[in-house]
């Protein structure tokens, strides 16, 4: 009768120390994963990642909806340097002979005429910039936060320039229409191929919807970096909660 209950308390035993290291061990890998998605156990202070994803989709949205606002604004483009859009590179020296034989004034035309285009076609084709944001996935955005201080500017743009392309263009084409860009270029370049062996053709709708999205990506990119650097401009709990840190 000993042996069985001495066998009893042996067994109890073991059962309960194998119960308690499994337990342990469980708790072991429950905290491991918390960590990894980004929670302490009761501590409340990390993020998970689709919180990180929902802070960098609002800082690439207010970037975005600040820069449409800018470059939409009169002179957004024509008046801003870093932006303004001039003639294209191949035709700098057919420009330059052009002003020598006095046609300076149409010439100007054309460039205040791309730049108004621009500007214009910013009202309705930012909200199509903004709604490619959502394309963010968890995995991208937790790479795209600890990246370079303009890492998810970089990553929307090879993302979805094609896309944005796609959507500009169109655009871009009617207000090039609705502010005789077309026909300044061609009389422009009418003028200039009376007295050149070499005409000159250029795609202007290709060309002032590249620029154009260039100077929305070139201030969504320096929105993105005032967020990351400044606390005042994260505007909401989300862009203080996941840039404060």
Do not use: C, H
Not at 188 to 212: C, G, H, I, L, Q
Request: glycine residues 8%; charged residues 25%.
């Amino acid at each position: 009768m000993k042996k069985v209950v001495l066998g009893s308390l042996f067994l109890l035993t073991t059962i309960a120390t194998f119960a308690q290291k499994d337990s342990t061990r469980s708790g072991g890998l429950f905290k491991k994963a918390s960590g990894i998605l980004g929670g302490k156990s009761g501590s409340g202070s990390s993020l998970s990642g689709e919180q990180i994803a929902a802070g960098l989709k609002e800082a690439l949205s207010v970037g975005a909806e600040k820069s449409a606002k800018k470059l939409s604004s009169p002179d957004g483009f024509l008046k801003d340097a870093a932006v303004k859009i001039l003639l294209p590179p191949e035709v700098v020296e057919v420009e330059k002979k052009m002003r020598m034989l006095g046609m300076g004034k149409l010439l100007d035309n054309t460039i205040t005429s791309m730049n108004r285009a621009a500007e214009d076609a910013s009202k309705s084709a930012a909200p199509i910039f903004v709604s490619a944001v959502k394309q963010m996935s968890i995995t991208d955005a937790l790479g795209i936060l600890k990246g370079q201080d303009t890492s998810a500017t970089a990553y929307l743009r090879k993302a979805t320039t094609s896309e944005l392309t796609t959507a500009f263009r169109p655009v871009i084409e009617q207000s090039l229409v609705k502010m005789d860009v077309n026909k300044y270029w061609k009389d422009v370049f009418s003028a200039y191929n009376k007295f050149s062996s070499t005409p000159v053709n250029t795609d202007m709708n290709a060309y002032v919807t590249e620029r154009a999205l260039n100077g929305l990506f070139y201030y969504v990119g320096q929105e993105e970096k005032n967020i990351r650097a400044n606390p005042a401009a994260r505007v909401s709990d989300i862009l203080k909660s996941v840039f404060g840190k």
